[in-house]
């Protein structure tokens, strides 16, 4: 410390002190456009299985098979809200199966038997076509395969079901294999639009 | 006997009146047509919505309440920021560790600290690796907005280097770590094979510079994509990338950090920064014991005998481009263990010609 400072030192400093200098201009230029953390979330309107408009397609199945977890991140969920909680639904049922004694179709959809069906309100015990039912979907079953979302669209459903991602799952990989995968670019990475989005 | 019954057949309806034929085709077609419609009846259920709109919770009745949509919601901003917070204070600690305190089994203790948490618990993202193809789309498309942390992630690591050298690499990266644990019996890798090797990893930042600079629909970040380890950390993921990685972790045991020296494209950048380092690694020169134990400790290859023009003898240094702050050469110094057994009366004695020997290895 009692040394002079030699010429080695003192342009050692400067050299350094531009490189700090320049890696900081270049974060803060980039931080000038940066924002907040994205995730990734399904936009149901490109969703080939939630979007209006396109219909007779084959349910596409690879939110469930592409993403690195075991159990997919993705699973669909059912807005209450917009559910018609018909008797016969169709994303509960598979509507193509033969009919059984009580006069409903005897296969389920869903390959994981993931829906679970429940009369609510008014109950009446003689008549179960007379009632109202309601549809959830156990996320510990679900793997987002999505073909109770393709069978709910408009006009054979209300569209109460759709895709989401799980973010307790979700390990927010900077290369998403779903994304990589998806056919319609529907999986992207922003950030979430406020309450109304989760809601 | 086709042939022969197909004569008979024509010689049979040739006797008969063309009208029994007409209605013969008639009655196929009727009964074909009511096995059709049955068919469809037995086994489809003729389905049509039952509802126009859904109905409210005053339709449904007997006190029945709207259950809430299931969700998750993401991770807490502020669980960012001690993300970040953590990053900064395990690159301070390497670097006190590994300069000033010269512990390795501190380094140690930090290298499992950091690979529990960034890759046990974060599972490998966000890493400062991979943040390198979202800085370069952000460079290079304007529509694409980086997230903060990414940023701090990228940043931090190379502010760290340009003061402290490759701290990142000694204690802070779990990729390092888990190779660092496994290193049982280290080789040295022959100088000009060492060098060969090590080009490959800047071929490999200009691949994934380039794979992430394309345009958006063409776009693929390569380095997550070929990530070896992230799978150990997330007990899934691709065979192929879990076989690889076993591999790379089996080559680990003898020769230093495989990945790091040789593929990481991270290291290109910190390397060249820490050659402006403020302060690194450094070999403390001393008169009378000039032993060399230190350089066959590197596994890395990073202690080299240098000869300076004003001295008759060489002395070690420690190559700050290539050294990864492990703080294995301290282990091994007779010097440093007289110091640990009485540190109060040695301790300063030690730390002060160290300071002054940083400039010699620039």
Redesign the interface.
Known sequence: MTDRPTRRDVLGHAVRGTALVGLGGLAAYLARRAGPEGVWQIDCEKCVNSRLGAVGVEVCERCATECVLPLSAVRAVNDHARCGRCYICPAYFDIKSAVNAEGLPSQKLCPRDAIERTPIGWVDPDDPANNYYEYTIDERRCNGCGRCVLACKEPAGLGSIRLVVRYDLCLDCNRCSIAQACPDDAYVREPLAGDEATA | MTARSGRYRRAWSDRQSPSLTAVRRAIIVLMAAFAWAGNLQ????H?E???Q???TVE????G?E??A???????A?WR?LIDVAVLAVALGLCAWLALWRRSRIGLVVLAIGCLLYFGLYR?????PI??I???TV??TD?QY?????V?AFF?LP??AA?LFGRVFCGGVCPLGAIQELVLLRPVTVPRRLDRALGTIKWVYLVLAVWFAARVA?ER??II??FDPFVGFF?F???AHMLLIGAGLLALGLFVGRPYCRYLCPYGPLLSL?SR???RSVSITPDKELDCGLCAEACPYGAIRRELPVDEQTGRYVAVRSACLACARCFNYCPRQRVRGRDAASQGAQVDQPAAGAT?GT?
Do not use: K
Request: net charge positive.
């Open positions: 037995a086994q489809q259920y389905y919505r039952p509802v709109a859904a109905p339709d449904i009745g007997n029945y709207l259950p949509v299931q969700t998750h919601p993401p991770r901003w960012h599972e490998g993202c966000v890493c991979g943040a193809q979202n800085v952000a460079l304007p907005a980086v997230s903060y942390i940023l940043f190379l502010v340009v629909a693929d970040f997550c994509r997330r899934a993921g691709p920064l402006l380092a403020w400039g620039a």
